[in-house]
């Protein structure tokens, strides 16, 4: 099946479950950000209801990479803020599309809370995408997404350290064309960069914001 041109990116069925939630989850728990249990959050919030608690004890190493506002962009300069990472490509017929409209839902309904919430897109496509591509796409979605793209070696990195695992299917009746099997769920950073929550794929946008609105607080 031949890519779909961004600018005609079909309506995506929802809930289309193809597969590597699990894939990402397995991961995490084998790089041992899962440290288990509600006593170990350090703060003294309410349990989340609809995502996975992470409880790593040392952040996400530095990278750079380019990004959608204009300029390289490195994991510290997006400041002490709560940060949403999602992988995923332009290209990607369903699940990141749904994903992405998901996640800027939960953002409009967390009003002012928002504020202190980055979301960041990073693309496991870097051979197709570039950071112009990246731009018009995240356009769909709102104004706050900032897309991230880099070499196939320093993305493969980056994405190793969410546990993130993506691999190239072809495409059917394409000798060209590829799509991209790849982990669907969110992570978000606390303000230390260090994992906090995993949202599986099928959480809604209601559910990821009841979600952020607990811990943020």
């Keep these: 099946m031949a890519a779909q041109p961004i600018d005609r990116l079909p309506t995506p069925p929802r809930r289309k479950k193809r597969l590597l939630g699990g894939l990402l989850l397995g991961g995490l728990l084998l790089g041992g950000l ?4 509600r006593a170990a959050w350090p703060w003294l919030q309410a349990a989340p209801q ?3 608690l ?3 004890r040392q952040p996400i190493a530095e990278f750079r990479l380019d990004s959608t ?3 390289p962009l490195s994991l510290s300069q997006l400041g002490e803020r709560y940060t949403l990472f999602y992988f995923g490509y332009t290209t990607c017929p369903d699940i990141c ?31 197709r995408d570039t950071v112009e ?3 018009d796409y995240l356009a769909y979605f709102g104004p706050e997404w900032i897309g991230l793209a880099g070499p ?12 993130v695992v993506y691999q190239k299917q072809p495409a059917r009746g394409s000798a060209t064309e590829y799509l991209i099997d790849h982990s669907s769920v969110v992570v978000l950073l606390d303000p230390q960069h260090r994992p906090l929550l995993l949202f599986p794929y099928g959480v809604s946008g209601e559910q990821i914001a009841e979600d952020l609105a607990a811990t943020m607080r």
């Design 34 to 37: 899962l440290l288990g249990g």
């Design 50 to 52: 609809h995502a996975v």
């Design 54 to 56: 992470l409880n790593a």
């Design 69 to 71: 506002l204009g300029h």
């Design 97 to 127: 599309p749904t994903t992405l409209a998901d996640l800027s839902q939960a953002q409009r309904l967390l009003g002012e809370q928002a504020q202190k919430l980055q979301m960041v897109f990073v693309t496991v496509d870097p051979e």
């Design 133 to 135: 591509r990246l731009r």
């Design 152 to 163: 196939p070696a320093a993305t493969a990195n980056v994405a190793s350290q969410f546990g």
